[in-house]
């Protein structure tokens, strides 16, 4: 790096690469894409100043959050054409904010191991990782940062009840299907009624990207409380339907017009959602129910008759 102070600093191009810890590669794939301003050609060199080394951090910060360099490149254009980036991300730091209030722990091998038994179990730790409940902490083999104590909490009280881990496991990747099934649908809902109409221009304005932004901050807890609430009903619903089975209580006839919630895996909702839309999947399912219903009804018709016809023909 050369130059006299710091707002006058310059870089080769390979002191921008160990500056902002992109290749030299890159920066260069960057400069064809139009993604970095042209730097000042002096001599047989390439120049860069600051402002490469800013652009090269902010298409860094984007890209850890998920943006294509497409799309980086459209809010990047808006930023130098003077329509502003501070709306755009203000929602971005939003939406990639925490949604929860609860806070990350730590915990050791130790006390991790205590917790579950007093005895070491590498496989089911690895499985915890996988699944996210356990991140590794750089250079601790003995530590382990846990991102939901909750979680973590709930999976210590099953296994104290008497619920085996590889079974607690494999609930939590169904539960989880489950449940990013059911944030989607709350995505596409409020995107479709709510965030369109600000997410119109590519990327919006600077005005529409920060009342996005507050609207985030308002609709963010509505999806917890919705399922909170439906899960109440729900479990009331069924552990008093499990409680009377299992203690023998008379079962009731259904009525013809009454309908009962039927839980099918995540999978099969999903393929069928896949297969006909999230808005038909009851319909279709009602209607594969009859079908099967039909089927086997005329099964059991046809091997009632076949039985009568061997009757008939002994006599």
Do not use: C
């Not at 050791?108 to 038994?117: I, K, N, P, T, W």
């Not at 530590?143 to 999976?155: C, D, G, I, K, R």
């Not at 600000?198 to 919705?226: F, I, K, M, N, W």
């Not at 099967?292 to 023909?313: F, P, S, Y």
């Amino acid at each position: 790096m050369t130059g006299a102070g710091a707002q006058a600093a310059e870089y080769r191009i390979e002191d921008l690469a160990h500056a902002s810890g992109a290749t030299v590669r890159t920066i260069r794939a960057y400069q064809d894409r139009g993604l970095l301003p042209t730097p000042e050609r002096r001599g047989r060199a390439n120049v860069y100043r600051e402002t490469h080394l800013a652009r090269l951090r902010q298409i860094a910060d984007l890209l850890d959050r998920g943006y294509t360099l497409a799309s980086i490149k459209e809010l990047l254009e808006a930023w130098d054409a003077g329509r502003g980036l501070g709306g755009v991300l203000g929602l971005v730091a939003e939406v990639h904010g925490p949604w929860t209030d609860e806070e990350a722990d730590r915990i050791s091998r130790r006390e991790l191991d205590a917790r579950f038994g007093g005895r070491q179990d590498d496989e089911a730790i690895a499985e915890a990782v996988e699944l996210g409940v356990l991140e590794r902490v750089p250079g601790r083999d003995d530590e382990f940062l846990v991102p939901s104590p909750q979680e973590l909490a709930v999976a210590v009280e099953l296994y104290g009840a008497g619920v085996p881990l590889p079974a607690i496991s494999g609930h939590l990747r169904e539960l989880r299907g489950q449940v990013e099934h059911i944030a989607s649908r709350f995505l596409e809902f409020t995107t479709e009624h709510v965030f369109a109409r600000y997410l119109g221009h590519r990327p919006p304005t600077d005005s529409d990207a920060a009342e996005a932004a507050s609207l985030v901050r308002r609709l963010r807890p509505l999806a917890q409380q919705t399922v909170d609430a439906e899960l109440a009903r729900a479990m009331q619903t069924f552990a008093t339907r499990h409680l009377h089975h299992h203690l023998g209580a008379e079962k009731t006839a259904i009525a013809e017009d009454a309908t009962r919630p039927v839980l099918l895996p995540a999978r099969t909702t999903q393929a069928v959602q896949e297969l006909v839309g999230a808005e038909r999947v009851a319909d279709f399912v009602t209607a594969a129910t009859e079908r099967e219903l039909q089927a086997r009804t005329l099964d059991d018709l046809t091997t009632t008759h076949a039985k009568k016809g061997i009757v008939n023909e002994s006599t």
